[in-house]
């Protein structure tokens, strides 16, 4: 932990040194590995994987054989019209969602292990299998979206609790800023398959510990396939 907390200083120095004292320019090279390393006081394995998390960001470049970029604007892996500023901005509200949807969903879920009609638990799992029907089909489509939107948000609704039908637009405004953000969506596809195939097992089941895990793992991938820090988050 305290290596990855180190490489997440070293990547924020550096972002702060690109964004705010402008240090270094859209399409400047940075140092070679060895000279960047020892000006920041940190060892070449800390540089590497900051450099991976600002990649990452689509804040910098890897040309294989030439060296670091600073990125220009057109090569930021989200929106087009997005700026550094927006891409910065979106991670920092991606990571406030998640840490409330990690803190609140998997407690829900177990709610509605207990208190979901026969009936309500037949819905869900007919909605998972329309989600993963999509997920093979085309995991960035529009529908595939609703899909996961609605295979979630029908799950918190199982619980029977009147306050969180109103975390339900989280879960929503996540989901969505998740598809916007474009970050390694065929990867994140891919783990909420897996995941999926868990959640409904455990809600069929009604085994609310077990349902309770594997919504929180499935955040979890998310988040780590979003390279969104969650050291903030007690949990």
Do not use: W
Not at 152 to 158: K, N, P, T, V
Not at 182 to 208: P, S, T, V, W
Request: negative net charge; aromatic residues 4%.
């Amino acid at each position: 932990m305290a290596n990855q907390t180190l490489s997440q200083k070293t990547a924020d120095q550096l972002r702060k040194s690109i964004l705010t004292n402008h240090e270094y320019i859209p399409g400047q090279k940075l140092p070679n590995e060895n000279q960047l390393s020892i000006q920041m006081g940190i060892s070449r394995t800390t540089l590497r994987e900051a450099i991976r998390i600002l990649v990452s960001e689509g804040l910098l470049r890897v040309e294989r054989g030439n060296g670091t970029f600073v990125a220009n604007q057109g090569d930021i892996k989200t929106d087009p019209q997005l700026d550094i500023q927006e891409v910065q901005s979106m991670k920092v509200t991606l990571h406030d969602l998640f840490e409330t949807r990690l803190m609140i969903e998997p407690q829900a879920a177990e709610l509605a292990c207990q208190r979901a009609t026969n009936e309500e638990i037949e819905h869900i799992l007919k909605l998972g299998e329309t989600v993963q029907h999509l997920i093979l089909l085309d995991p960035t489509a529009q529908e595939r979206i609703s899909s996961e939107t609605e295979f979630h948000s029908s799950i918190i609704r199982a619980a029977h609790n009147e306050f969180l039908n109103n975390f339900i637009m989280v879960v929503k405004e996540t989901i969505e800023k998740t598809f916007e953000f474009h970050a390694n969506l065929e990867l994140i596809a891919q783990d909420a398959y897996a995941d999926h195939i868990l959640i409904m097992e455990f809600l069929k089941h009604r085994d609310g510990p077990a349902l309770r895990s594997a919504v929180l793992i499935h955040l979890h991938h998310t988040l780590i396939r979003e390279e969104i820090s969650v050291e903030k988050a007690n949990l």
